[in-house]
Nanobody
Framework: QVQLAESGGGSVQAGGSLRLSCAAS????????MYWFRQGTGKEREFVAA????????PYADSVRGRFTISRVNAENTVYLQMNNLKPEDTAVYYC???????????????????WGQGIQVTVSS
């Protein structure tokens, strides 16, 4: 059973926008903080953004703050990542992830992740 499924990836030119969606099973999504991570070719997977169960806490990586916005619709078991002013260095496979608890534990590490999506490619050309 697929617990997390990303969609909305693709190719875009620098300065463009994409919106990623992650549909989750109710069991995976309910009372879970949600995260987006990414992994570029030859790089380690890195944190991008997170949102607590209630939506009040939304930390971002410094590299995306001010350009990316994470949001969630709990009634739809879905989390979004709006990505604006994309740069070539944003090119990566983006992963949706569900946390082990409703709050975001800092520092943010993969140890807090309970489930991962399969990942979706985002390519930004210059």
């Amino acid at each position: 059973q697929v617990q997390l499924a990303e969609s909305g990836g693709g190719s875009v030119q620098a300065g463009g926008s994409l919106r990623l969606s992650c549909a989750a099973s109710e069991r995976t999504f309910t009372f879970s903080a949600m995260y987006w991570f990414r992994q570029g070719t030859g790089k380690e997977r890195e944190f991008v953004a997170a949102i607590s169960w209630g939506g009040l806490s939304t930390p971002y990586a410094d590299s995306v703050r001010g350009r990316f916005t994470i949001s969630r619709v709990n009634a739809e078991n879905t989390v979004y990542l709006q990505m604006n002013n994309l740069k070539p260095e944003d090119t990566a496979v983006y992963y949706c992830a569900a946390g082990r608890q409703p709050a975001i534990v800092t520092p943010i590490t993969e140890r807090e992740i309970d489930a991962w999506g399969q990942g979706i490619q985002v390519t930004v050309s210059s």
